[in-house]
C-alpha cells in the first residue's frame, strides 16, 4: 500500500475570517503526550527544554509560560543518560564482564535513592495549588487517558499490563508527573481537557492552542514489541491495558470526543499534530533485509542492541514485516481522522490546522528511506532540509539509535537514549515547525522584551538549543558502535516496558 500523502498547507487551503479582537491573556496552550510533556531519555526532567516552551521563548512569553517541573535525580521515572553518566563516573568508559555485578549494584543503589526522593521525600510532595498549566501535555497518555484521567486517579489503573523487572523504579510516577501538570488554583480535580477550558475563560482567552495526540494508541506495538488491536473495552482506564494497537474505528470514536472537548475551548488558533508511524523510531530495529526491492520495511524489527547476526526470530521479540505495515497503515486512518476533522472545522468558520508531524519525521526516516532511495515515496518525499547549524555537526544527526564513545558521537542524534523520544535538537525542530504554522495562522512574535514585533520568519535560537542538548554537546563515552550498555540495563530493568506501563 502507498504511503499517505502529507498535509503542505497547514489550513487545508480553506479561508476563514479570524477574530483578532482583543489581546488573549494564555498566548500559547498545549495538550499532549510526552512529546509535548518534554520527555527524554527515560525520563520527564527538564521540562524547560521541551517544545512548548521553545515557542514559549520564541514569543518572547516565557517569563509566563506555566509548566510542571521535576527536580532531584534527573527526573521520573528513570533517566538513563543520567544514569548512563554515574555508570561512567563509578567505572569509566566500559563496564567489563567481571564489573557487571558491581555495575548493576550500583545502579541499585542509585535506583533506590531516587526512589526513595520520589515516592517518600521532598519529590512525593505535590506541588501548592497555584495557576493551570501552559503546557498540559502527559508522559504516556492516550486519547482516553486525557478525556478522563485527572491527578486524583492518574494512579487507578495500569496504562498497559506490559513489563515487569527484578529491580524497582520509582513507584508513583503517573501519580508525581499529573499532579505537577494538572494543579488547579482551587485544588479541584482536571482533566488536561478541563484544565485548557478553564484557562480560556480568563480575559480574551487563549490565543494558540495546540493538541499533539494519539501516538500512545499505537506507540506500545513498538515498546512491547507486540501488535495486539484494540477491542471490547478500548474505551475504559483499565481494560484498554491489554491493546497496543487501537483499530481506527475505536480512535475514530475517542477522537470524536476530543473534537466535542477542543470545541468547548475558547482559543483564537488550533494547530494539531498528525500521530507519528511509531515503526520508524530506533528503538525497534530493522534487522535482515527489506523484505523487496522498493519497500519500506524490514523483515523484523527488534531491540537495537541485538546485531543481525545474533538475531533469533524464535528467541527474541520482534515485530514482523506485515505487523509494521499494519501498525502505519492504522495510523495513516488516525492522521485522515485528525485532517478531516479539521476540514469540517474550518468549514464552520473555526481557525483550526493540521501540522503533520508523521510526513516531518518520515522524511527523516534514515534507513527506511534516505538509505534507501527505491523505497522513497514519489513526487512528494524529499529528505528533511535540516538547519545549517544542525548540518554542520560531525556526524550531521540522523534517526539512528544513539551512538557514542571516547571521541564523541558516532551516529544518530535526532532520537535520545530511549530510542524513543526526541533528544533537544529534535524538540527543536518541532519547535521550528510549529512556529512556522503558527506565522501562517498570524501569530506575532515578540523579542525577549515581549513588546517589539519580530520580522516574519522567526527561527529558533539553535545556538542556545545546542549548548543545552548534553547528548550532542558531551555525548557519553560508554555507548560504543554495539551499544551494548543500553541493551544490558534493559536486559536488568526491562525499563522499556515498564516506562510503557507506567513504572509500577
Given at each position: 500500500m502507498a504511503s499517505r500523502e502529507p498535509v503542505t498547507q497547514s489550513d487545508l487551503g480553506i479561508e476563514v475570517n479570524v477574530d483578532r479582537r482583543g489581546q488573549p491573556e494564555h498566548r500559547l496552550v498545549t495538550i499532549g503526550d510526552s512529546l509535548t510533556h518534554g520527555f527524554?531519555?527515560?525520563?520527564?526532567?527538564?521540562?524547560?527544554?521541551?517544545?512548548?516552551?521553545?515557542?514559549?521563548?520564541?514569543?518572547?512569553?516565557?517569563?509566563?509560560?506555566?509548566?510542571?517541573?521535576?527536580?532531584?535525580?534527573?527526573?521520573?521515572?528513570?533517566?538513563?543518560?543520567?544514569?548512563?553518566?554515574?555508570?561512567?563516573?563509578?567505572?569509566?568508559?566500559?563496564?567489563?564482564?567481571?564489573?557487571?555485578?558491581?555495575?548493576?549494584?550500583?545502579?541499585?543503589?542509585?535506583?533506590?535513592?531516587?526512589?526513595?526522593?520520589?515516592?517518600?521525600?521532598?519529590?512525593?510532595?505535590p506541588p501548592p495549588p497555584g495557576p493551570i498549566n501552559h503546557n498540559l501535555g502527559i508522559y504516556g497518555w492516550d486519547l482516553r487517558d486525557a478525556l478522563e484521567r485527572t491527578a486524583d486517579t492518574a494512579h487507578e489503573s495500569k496504562r498497559t499490563g506490559l513489563g515487569q523487572a527484578i529491580v524497582p523504579l520509582v513507584?508513583?510516577?503517573?501519580?508525581?508527573?499529573?499532579?505537577?501538570?494538572?494543579?488547579?488554583?482551587?485544588?479541584?480535580?482536571?482533566?488536561?481537557?478541563?484544565?485548557?477550558?478553564?484557562?480560556?475563560?480568563?480575559?480574551?482567552?487563549?490565543?494558540?492552542?495546540?493538541?499533539?495526540?494519539?501516538?500512545?494508541?499505537?506507540?506500545?506495538?513498538?515498546?512491547?514489541?507486540?501488535?495486539?488491536?484494540?477491542?471490547?473495552?478500548?474505551?475504559?482506564?483499565?481494560?484498554?491495558?491489554?491493546?497496543?494497537?487501537?483499530?481506527?474505528?475505536?480512535?475514530?470514536?475517542?477522537?470524536?470526543?476530543?473534537?466535542?472537548?477542543?470545541?468547548?475551548?475558547?482559543?483564537?488558533?488550533?494547530?494539531?499534530?498528525?500521530?507519528?508511524?511509531?515503526?520508524?523510531?530506533?528503538a525497534a530495529r530493522g534487522v535482515g533485509p527489506k523484505v523487496a526491492k522498493g519497500s519500506r520495511y524490514?523483515?523484523?524489527?527488534?531491540?537495537?542492541?541485538?546485531?543481525?547476526?545474533?538475531?533469533?526470530?524464535?528467541?527474541?521479540?520482534?515485530?514482523?514485516?506485515?505487523?509494521?505495515?499494519?501498525?502505519?497503515?492504522?495510523?495513516?486512518?488516525?492522521?485522515?481522522?485528525?485532517?478531516?476533522?479539521?476540514?469540517?472545522?474550518?468549514?464552520?468558520?473555526s481557525d483550526w490546522r493540521v501540522l503533520d508531524i508523521a510526513a516531518l519525521l518520515d522524511r527523516l526516516a534514515s534507513r527506511r528511506y534516505i538509505d534507501d532511495p527505491h523505497a522513497q515515496p514519489p513526487a512528494w518525499w524529499t529528505p528533511y532540509e535540516l538547519p545549517d547549524a544542525l548540518r554542520r555537526l560531525e556526524p550531521v544527526p540522523d534517526s539512528r539509535f544513539f551512538v557514542s564513545g571516547p571521541g564523541g558521537r558516532e551516529s544518530g542524534g535526532l532520537f535520545s537514549l530511549d530510542g524513543i523520544h526526541p533528544t533537544t535538537i529534535a524538540y527543536g525542530l518541532m519547535a521550528q515547525e510549529f512556529i512556522g504554522v503558527m506565522e501562517e495562522a498570524g501569530v506575532e512574535f515578540m523579542r525577549p522584551d515581549g513588546v517589539t514585533p519580530r520580522p516574519p520568519g522567526v527561527e529558533v535560537d539553535w545556538a542556545w538549543i545546542l549548548a543545552h542538548d548534553t547528548l550532542i554537546s558531551q555525548p557519553p563515552r560508554s555507548l560504543g558502535s554495539d551499544v551494548k550498555l543500553i541493551g544490558w540495563l534493559d536486559e536488568k530493568l526491562d525499563f522499556l516496558k515498564r516506562l510503557w506501563a507506567g513504572a509500577s
Open positions: 527524554q531519555s527515560g525520563a520527564i526532567f527538564n521540562t524547560d527544554l521541551s517544545y512548548p516552551a521553545m515557542i514559549a521563548r520564541e514569543l518572547g512569553w516565557y517569563g509566563s509560560f506555566r509548566h510542571p517541573k521535576y527536580p532531584g535525580y534527573g527526573g521520573i521515572p528513570l533517566n538513563l543518560e543520567l544514569l548512563v553518566r554515574v555508570i561512567e563516573e563509578r567505572f569509566g568508559d566500559r563496564v567489563s564482564g567481571l564489573e557487571f555485578p558491581r555495575a548493576l549494584f550500583h545502579i541499585r543503589q542509585h535506583l533506590a535513592e531516587a526512589e526513595d526522593w520520589w515516592d517518600e521525600g521532598p519529590g512525593s510532595r513507584r508513583n510516577a503517573d501519580k508525581i508527573s499529573a499532579a505537577r501538570v494538572l494543579r488547579s488554583d482551587d485544588g479541584r480535580a482536571l482533566t488536561p481537557f478541563e484544565a485548557a477550558e478553564r484557562l480560556s475563560r480568563d480575559g480574551d482567552g487563549i490565543e494558540t492552542l495546540i493538541v499533539f495526540l494519539g501516538a500512545n494508541n499505537a506507540l506500545g506495538s513498538v515498546i512491547g514489541l507486540r501488535c495486539s488491536e484494540s477491542g471490547p473495552g478500548y474505551d475504559d482506564l483499565a481494560d484498554k491495558a491489554a491493546y497496543t494497537v487501537w483499530r481506527p474505528e475505536h480512535f475514530a470514536a475517542e477522537w470524536k470526543l476530543v473534537v466535542e472537548k477542543v470545541r468547548s475551548i475558547r482559543a483564537r488558533h488550533v494547530i494539531f499534530g498528525t500521530v507519528p508511524h511509531v515503526t520508524i523510531v530506533p524490514f523483515e523484523h524489527y527488534t531491540r537495537p542492541w541485538i546485531a543481525d547476526k545474533d538475531f533469533d526470530p524464535d528467541q527474541d521479540e520482534h515485530l514482523t514485516a506485515d505487523q509494521a505495515r499494519k501498525i502505519d497503515t492504522t495510523i495513516d486512518s488516525y492522521n485522515e481522522t485528525i485532517v478531516d476533522s479539521v476540514e469540517a472545522e474550518r468549514r464552520s468558520g
